[in-house]
């Protein structure tokens, strides 16, 4: 089955610094990989999400990249806020299979203002 | 509530009790999961269903039933068998299988007493 590693765990910035989150999945097929956000206590919401025919997807602050061949795909934040302090999950799955996403085990960023 | 509503959002359970949360959605989505939510551990699925009267164990279904008899409503029976069930529970939905459009619920803190 598919196996997702995401790193780091815990990420800590200062207010305006950018942020990186890195996932590595194992599963060559997979062709779907979202990105949620989930505030303290909230649901995780889905704040981007790219798919294996392209090699990044932007929305304003955020933006994702996906390397098919080294098998990886990074969340980058840019000028970060406060408010992005959260904890950010990964996933990899098939869109149109029958598949189940596979998490990563979060990321817990930290905004310093 | 962003079309998939859980409830309680806390709920309390003595030692030996079973306790059914709740998830409804309206989102007309075939596929609906549980995910057990534990700081550090990331989510992990319980069980899937994705498709009425049909569902899957997940990675840790031991200790947990459900049922599917409407395609707007799966609940969750957190049974005695169950040795550590305090945690965050989510819910989820997708228009279908591989995660695409994927739905949380606001969750249920469940606590054992």
């Known amino acids: 089955g598919e196996n997702v590693e995401q790193h780091p765990s815990t990420l800590s910035v200062q207010e305006g610094d950018s942020a990186v989150i890195k996932c590595t999945y194992s599963?060559?097929?997979?062709?779907?990989f979202p990105w949620y956000k989930q505030e303290l206590g909230k649901r995780p919401q889905l704040i981007i999400d790219?798919?294996?025919?392209?090699g990044e997807k932007k929305d304003q602050r955020i933006a994702v990249t996906l390397n098919k061949t080294a098998k990886h795909f990074s969340l980058h934040i840019t000028e970060t806020q406060p408010e992005d302090s959260a904890v950010y999950f990964c996933?990899?799955?098939?869109?149109?299979?029958?598949?189940?996403?596979?998490f990563g085990r979060g990321t817990s960023l930290i905004v310093h203002p | 509530d962003g079309g998939i509503t859980q409830s309680p959002k806390y709920l309390f359970r003595k030692e030996g009790q079973n306790v059914t949360l709740s998830c409804e959605q309206n989102l007309n989505h075939d596929a609906m999961y549980w995910y057990r939510q534990d700081p550090g551990q990331g989510l992990r699925l319980i069980y899937y269903?994705?498709?009425?009267?049909?569902?899957q164990k997940g990675d840790i279904a031991e200790g947990y039933s459900v049922s599917r008899e409407k395609k707007e409503s799966f609940p969750l029976t957190v049974t005695s068998a169950q040795k550590n069930p305090t945690a965050f529970y989510l819910c989820?939905?997708?228009?279908?299988?591989?995660?695409?459009?994927?739905?949380f619920g606001s969750g249920t803190r469940l606590t054992v007493v």
């Open positions: 599963d060559s097929a997979s062709n779907y």
């Open positions: 269903s994705q498709i009425v009267n049909d569902f």
């Open positions: 996933a990899a799955s098939r869109v149109g299979g029958s598949y189940i996403p596979t």
């Open positions: 790219i798919r294996s025919n392209v």
């Open positions: 989820a939905s997708s228009m279908g299988p591989g995660g695409y459009g994927y739905t």
